[in-house]
């Protein structure tokens, strides 16, 4: 929600004294647009203008506000995905070009080591990325790591 702007709040201006965008407090409004600011670095009156003289304004209509919030979800989501490329990219690396017969398929009664390649029944391909005990086993497949049982004697 971004806050609306009214008289006595403050606005990004350009400072016609200092000559930089600065914070300004808002002495005068018209039908939503400051008019008057007061910078808060020199204290100077004047016009209110949003950016330098000779820059371009973009488009009118888009607040800073609302251009800047996309792009904060955004970089969270690619986080994410980056997340899901770099695993989905070291399970390729781990599986790719190695034969048929290197893989061992999975059995809850088999022992596992770090690196060792799992045919899944269920789950497909996967490489065998941490002993967590003597019973679990994570293993990494395309989709995602699991952690299975391994060891089981019954
Ligand atoms: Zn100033």
């Given at each position: 929600m971004s806050k609306p702007l009214r008289a006595g709040g403050e606005v990004d201006s350009w400072c016609t004294k200092c000559k930089l965008v600065l914070n300004h407090r808002v002495i005068a409004m018209v039908g939503g647009t400051p008019v008057r600011v007061e910078c808060s670095t020199c204290m100077s009156h004047h016009n209110f203008r949003a950016?330098?003289?000779g820059e371009k304004a973009?488009?009118?209509?888009?607040s800073r506000a609302s251009s800047a919030s996309p792009r904060s979800r955004a970089t969270s989501a690619t986080k994410a995905q980056q997340a899901a490329l770099d695993r989905e990219r070291s399970w390729e690396k781990a599986v790719s070009?190695?034969?048929?017969?290197e893989f061992r398929s999975y059995g809850v009664d088999q022992t596992f080591a770090e690196g060792d390649l799992i045919r899944h029944k269920k789950f497909g391909d996967g490489i065998v990325?941490?002993?967590?005990d003597p019973k679990k086993v994570e293993i990494l497949f395309k989709d995602e790591p699991r952690t299975l049982a391994q060891g089981l004697t019954d």
């Open positions: 950016r330098a003289p973009p488009s009118t209509g888009i070009g190695k034969a048929v017969s990325t941490r002993i967590l």
